[in-house]
């Protein structure tokens, strides 16, 4: 029950419509389930080798006993037939939406074989042995139906105990019949799938198609020889040519990738060392104007430095009362040695030394010009 629980909760998500991206439509989300180990240890068996049914008469579960649950001891059989070539997730959705359509269920997976595939739809990339073993390691296959018939008989329903048959409600035209489901329907035993828009198998092969020449030069990249990816030698040798030209590209576009980002690193670099030195510019700015500047500290050194100089070698002002020329002292006596005349000598004035001859005063010079 707890996996049937957590089947329905994502059984809950939309079906994609026509036209869609494969997006779940705004505001849809998957609800949280609880941990557990739900994983199955071995692939779901053939019916062709199990034990056969008991021998009670086959008697079909109607619409409403199955939904309301039957007892654990008789699940509602629930067949769902396909190729299932490319086995992909729209093959396991479709099987997960018919193993949850009832409480019980028994889901039986009936896969066509080679022959008739290839009669009534075309030719399949993995043969019918590939197919068989795919859809029975899916975790929601209870039993395989191998070389299942293409349109479903009352005696194949009947020998299988089939309640209901599993499958989109899209009219299925193939051999002759515009719907191969139809009798099915009108019989009550037809329970409707959604198909997963976006994949399937003749999708995945277009792809393949679209891009030959990739996955040419994948397989060949990996070891493949030209024969067995049936290419001639000529196409061989392009794509050889092709996958060097590419390298080189690669090559080219990863030096382009390194070299911006060196250069990126070198602006990062370059823009915090401007960054730095705008920093340290303005601190030494500052320095060198408050040492140079109009009012800078040289300025002061200087200033202070030519007072003390002019200070230092300038003489003493004279008093402002100064004496008349009458009242001035003598004025100083030189030191003639070549005069015999003596006169008493004046004191020496602070400025000359004591040194031997005679000494003249002005006023006396002035008398011997007059005589």
């Given amino acids: 029950m707890e996996a049937q629980s957590s089947s329905g909760l994502l059984l809950s998500r939309k079906r994609r419509r026509d036209g869609s991206n494969g997006e779940t439509e705004d505001g849809e989300r998957l609800g949280k ?57 729209g093959h396991a959705r479709a099987l997960m ?144 040519l092709q996958e060097r030209v590419d390298k080189v590209k690669r090559k080219v576009r990863d030096v382009e990738e390194k070299s911006k980002e060196f250069v990126q690193k070198v602006e990062e670099k370059s823009i915090d060392l401007i ?17 140079f500047g109009p009012e800078g500290a040289l300025k002061h050194m200087l200033k202070e430095g030519k007072g003390r100089m002019l200070q230092a070698i300038s003489p003493r002002q004279s008093p402002n009362s100064s004496p008349t020329r009458e009242e001035r002292s003598p004025s100083p006596t030189f030191r003639l040695p070549f005069f015999s005349k003596t006169s008493p000598p004046p004191s020496p004035p602070p400025h000359h030394s004591g040194a031997r001859g005679y000494l003249i005063s002005e006023d006396d010079d002035e008398d011997d010009d007059e005589n």
Avoid at 75 to 82: E, L, Q, S, T
Avoid at 283 to 289: K, P, T, V
């Fill in 33 to 89: 389930i609880p941990r557990c180990t739900v994983g199955l240890k071995h692939p779901a068996p053939f019916a062709d080798e199990l034990v056969p049914a008991d021998s009670k008469p086959y008697e079909r579960v109607s619409m409403d006993e199955a939904k309301r649950g039957t007892p654990p001891d008789r699940p509602v059989r629930v067949y769902a037939d396909g190729i299932f070539d490319v086995f992909h997730s």
């Fill in 275 to 291: 960054q730095k030195w705008e920093e340290k510019s303005r601190e030494f700015i500052g320095n060198f104007l408050q040492m």
């Fill in 97 to 240: 939406q018919a193993k949850c359509l009832f409480p019980n269920t028994h889901l039986i997976v009936g896969v066509c074989s080679d022959d008739l595939t290839h009669k009534y739809k075309g030719f399949t990339v993995m043969n019918e042995d590939e197919r068989y073993d795919a859809v029975r390691h899916c975790r929601y296959v209870d039993e395989i139906v191998r070389n299942a018939p293409w349109t479903l008989t009352p005696e194949f329903l009947a020998k299988h105990r089939i309640d209901f048959v599993a499958h989109d409600d899209i009219p299925y035209s193939s051999a002759g019949s515009d719907d191969v489901y139809k009798h099915i329907k009108e019989a009550g035993m037809f329970a409707p799938t959604q198909r997963t828009e976006g994949i399937s198998t003749s999708d995945i092969i277009t792809r393949i198609v679209r891009d030959y020449d990739v996955y040419v030069r994948r397989n060949l990249q990996r070891g493949y020889t030209a024969k067995e990816l049936n290419v001639s030698f000529i196409n061989e040798k392009k794509y050889h």
